[in-house]
């Protein structure tokens, strides 16, 4: 059975930094691309960043972009989100979630396994 767990989210104040994981079991992270998606409640779930199976590829939403840096570490299959210069915009629930593909992708639709995710809330 494939579970994603997601951990490091919390409360931080504006400027501030998180390092979100992700920690993979029941399928090997090393043949797929990754993906973080955040959601706040009543609104779509949005795209944040994104990497391929090798790590050499990585796309992120506009917004996040010079901020975030997404990684991977294969032997561990853990994936990571670090999180810099947080705006109180950036406040969601953060997932983490398998590709069915070897790269990353913008759409929720290109991912077939997700976490449970974890609460991040940047304060002004």
């Known amino acids: 059975q494939v579970q994603l767990v997601e951990s490091g989210g919390g409360l931080v104040q504006a400027g501030g930094s998180l390092r979100l994981s992700c920690a993979a079991s029941g399928r090997p992270m090393s043949r797929f691309g990754m993906g973080w998606f955040r959601q706040n409640p009543g609104k779509e779930r949005e795209f944040v960043a994104a990497i391929s199976w090798t790590g050499v590829e990585t796309l992120y939403t506009d917004s996040v972009k010079g901020r975030f840096t997404i990684s991977r570490d294969n032997n561990k299959d853990t994936l990571f989100l670090q999180m810099n210069s947080l705006k109180p915009e950036d406040t969601a629930v953060y997932y983490c979630?398998?590709?069915?593909?070897?790269?990353?992708?913008?759409?929720?639709?290109?991912?077939?396994?997700w976490g449970q995710g974890t609460q991040v809330t940047v304060s002004s």
């Open positions: 979630a398998f590709s069915r593909f070897t790269v990353g992708a913008t759409a929720a639709a290109n991912y077939d396994y």
